[in-house]
């Protein structure tokens, strides 16, 4: 059966990848387990972010995961299992049966048509802010690294930004703003997003080894770009070093 994708509302959509995750999952259409089947759900992404793990709206009794055997899992996705208790299972092409494998690319359709994961995101550091001078970091870091975003008109976008950053992908994110408290509670509410304030170089080391952050916030006002340039540096080691 063929699917026209313009043709299918949400619901169908959401309908279609349910099925998908029970038919991977050794699961029956009413829910009851499969005698012969003890498997976890599969996710078939080449990049396990939060976003994709938020989108398999797994049961609270599900512990189990199943990836590929060369699926990238981001910081925040390992740290978000964790929390959770979640054991993450890769597997081999020799552990999974062509009728399975080709049921697991369906499902990587459906999500990729509907905003999931299907193809590689990118894993550099991504710095927003309100700040003019933030495009002259461009010169202190390296681009392979480092992804500096178009100066923001207010903090509450650059906020915004850096949230869309995390979601897609990117491991950690850096936002230079001018109100840091106010940036901070609005972080706070998603659920994505572990940020922590650094005002001063003697917080940074603290912030890493007790936070399992993902964002830092950098008042604008009390730093200058060499010094954010060293943060940056320093943020990647560390979450490179978790990785």
Known sequence: MSLNASNVNPAEIERIVREVLRNLSGLSSSGTAV?????????????????????????????????????????SARDWCRERGIEIVRTSSRDVDKPQAATSESLSAVLASHGGEGASKPRRLFIAGSSPWIASLEKQLCPRQTQIDAVHADDAAAMRSVARAIRSGNPTAMAIVSAPHSALWQAARDDALRPAIVSQWSDLPDVLREVPTNVLIVPSKRWNIAGVANIARHFLDHSRSRS
Do not use: G
């Open 35 to 75: 005698p012969a089947a003890n498997v976890a759900i599969t996710l078939d992404a080449s990049v396990v972010s939060v976003d994709a793990l938020h989108r398999l709206k797994l049961p609270s009794s599900e512990k189990r995961i199943q990836i590929r055997s060369s699926s990238v899992v981001t910081p």
